[in-house]
């Protein structure tokens, strides 16, 4: 176990935050999560070594379901349409070109990006998950963790969704994706917003907090300061809502499955769904994505 220093300014300060343990996986143990008083960024500190956090991504893991054979019904396209909004907004921004999605999982979003054209290659560090790309799909994944592995070259398009907060150092990351973009290449990020009124509304309860996985949870400004110091600048940040974090936050805070009565269906209907459809027009989305390119790209 070892203290860490802020990833995003630098500082060794710390304040207590929680101390939790893992609701969803159950994975053994108690962490404890500190928040920096320079730049508002919270971490897990201290924080076991990478080897040992990387099996707490279980075979149990939910993104992993279709890989591992646990869920049949959502024929692919229906696994794409999740990356939506996501594939739009890159083919706004950028040509058709070469794309690396770090922490690409069973590669619904590569698929979706290949169908318009893009040459897409993913790492994955979850080998079965990886196979399962790779030999039903057909798809160019190498397994391992995005430090581990060599990168292959230079990008069009670097993607990061739900993988930020899990790394040991979100700005080598960063640094390395700089290394590897190309001039008027995009860097797409999506993490959680430890800032948002649900997550302050939760505390330690929130779904998303989610050690010993997500060591990172970041503020929209100071993913905004991460970026910045390893040479982008942000075009957008687009907020989302997710009444499916909203869900399982109230188990986590009351131990009982939801809903599970007819109070918990009309509080689902009157207050659930309209602060998912809401929170994120008032800059409250409970995700946060950002797209940027390198500083000074002349475009
Ligand atoms: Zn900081």
Redesign the pocket.
């Known amino acids: 176990m070892t203290q860490i220093d802020?990833t995003?300014?630098?500082?060794a300060a710390q304040r207590p935050a929680w101390t939790v343990k893992d609701t969803l996986l159950e994975f053994p143990g108690e962490h404890k999560i500190v928040r920096?008083p320079?730049?508002?960024?919270l971490r897990m500190s201290p924080r076991p070594p990478f080897e040992e956090r990387r099996k707490a991504f279980t075979d149990m893991y939910p993104l992993f379901d279709w890989a591992l054979g646990r869920r049949h019904t959502a024929v692919a396209d229906e696994r794409i349409a999740r990356f939506h909004n996501q594939i739009a907004q890159i083919s706004k921004r950028h040509q058709p070109g070469r794309l690396l999605d770090i922490g690409c999982s069973d590669g619904d979003f590569m698929l979706g990006m290949k169908r318009r054209g893009w040459d897409v290659h993913g790492i994955e560090m979850h080998k079965k998950v990886a196979d399962y790309a790779r030999e039903e799909r057909g798809l160019d994944v190498t397994v391992g963790a995005e430090h581990e592995v060599d990168w292959d070259g230079v990008y069009d398009c670097i993607t990061l969704f739900g993988v930020i907060e899990d790394l040991d150092d979100p700005s080598a990351c960063l640094k390395r994706c700089n290394e590897h973009l190309a001039e008027d290449g995009l860097l797409v990020i999506q993490t959680h917003n430890i800032a948002s009124l649900e997550a302050r509304f939760f505390g330690a309860d929130w779904f998303n907090v989610e050690a010993p996985r997500h060591v990172w949870h970041f503020t929209p400004k100071?993913l905004k300061l991460l970026l910045m110091n390893n040479g982008f600048s942000q075009d957008v940040l687009l907020h989302y809502g997710s009444a499916y974090v909203t869900e399982r936050s109230i188990e986590n805070r009351r131990g009982k499955v939801f809903p599970s009565s007819t109070m918990d269906r009309i509080l689902r209907k009157l207050i659930i769904m309209p602060v998912e459809r809401i929170t994120p027009r008032i800059g409250q989305g409970i995700e946060i994505e950002s797209y940027s390119r390198k500083s000074g790209a002349n475009l």
């Open positions: 802020c995003v300014c630098g500082s920096c320079e730049c508002g960024t100071s």
